[in-house]
Every structure is written in structure tokens, then in C-alpha cells.
């Protein structure tokens, strides 16, 4: 069991930049697999970005490719989401995730965050 805890989330204009924190507790953090995902209002939860057990290996969706970038800590039990040059296309709220194996499907995840609302405007 593990349990995930989101921060930073907010209200910026476009171009701006937000950094997001999912704070885990329980289970060894390094054993996990990170995802990033977002939901937008009326839309399907959608894959942002993973990283893998060591950090070593990290994939991102077409979307935010280049403008975001998943890290992690695991001394600090923490990843994070590095997002730049926000677009209002980019407004959702968005969960970390945890799980054994690295997917971009959202329902292999085992464990989620309860979401922190990003905003961007125009």
C-alpha cells in the first residue's frame, strides 16, 4: 500500500510554468513505477508522463513533449512534474500514480493521488 499526495497545482497564464510535488508514504517508494495523468472536464483521464524505479528511464505523452518533465527523489519519497510553456489546452487536474510496471494505461495503476487543479488561462 501506498499513499500519494499532490501539491501545486494553481492558476497561471499561458506560457507560464507550474511544478508539481507527489509527496508518497508506505510502501518503499523505489519499488514504484511514477506516472503523471490529467482528466479536463468532460474528457477521458489521459497519460502525461513516467518515470521509471531509478529515474533512469522517462516517457511523456505527444502532448507535452518538451514542454514537461517528470523527475523523482527517492531519498525525498517525491516525484515531480516540471510543466512550461502552459497552454489553456493543459487545464485539468491532474493525479500521480504509482505501480510495479511502467504503462501509460491508466487502469494499470494500482494507487492515485487525490488530483491538485491546474489552470491555465488565455
Known amino acids: 500500500q501506498v499513499q500519494l499526495v499532490e501539491s501545486g497545482g494553481g492558476l497561471v497564464q499561458a506560457g507560464g510554468s507550474l511544478r508539481l510535488s507527489c509527496a508518497a508514504s508506505?510502501?518503499?517508494?523505489?519499488?514504484?513505477?511514477m506516472g503523471w495523468f490529467r482528466q479536463a472536464p468532460g474528457k477521458e483521464r489521459e497519460f502525461v508522463a513516467t518515470?521509471?524505479?531509478?529515474?533512469?528511464?522517462?516517457y511523456y505523452a505527444d502532448s507535452v513533449k518538451g514542454r514537461f518533465s517528470i523527475s523523482r527523489d527517492n531519498a525525498k519519497n517525491t516525484v515531480y512534474l516540471q510543466m512550461n510553456s502552459l497552454k489553456p489546452e493543459d487545464t485539468a487536474v491532474y493525479y500521480c500514480?504509482?505501480?510495479?510496471?511502467?504503462?501509460?494505461?491508466?487502469?494499470?495503476?494500482?494507487?492515485w493521488g487525490q488530483g491538485t487543479q491546474v489552470t491555465v488561462s488565455s
Open positions: 518515470i521509471s524505479w531509478t529515474g533512469g528511464s522517462t
Open positions: 508506505g510502501r518503499t517508494f523505489s519499488s514504484f513505477v
Open positions: 500514480a504509482a505501480d510495479w510496471e511502467i504503462s501509460t494505461m491508466p487502469w494499470e495503476y494500482d494507487y
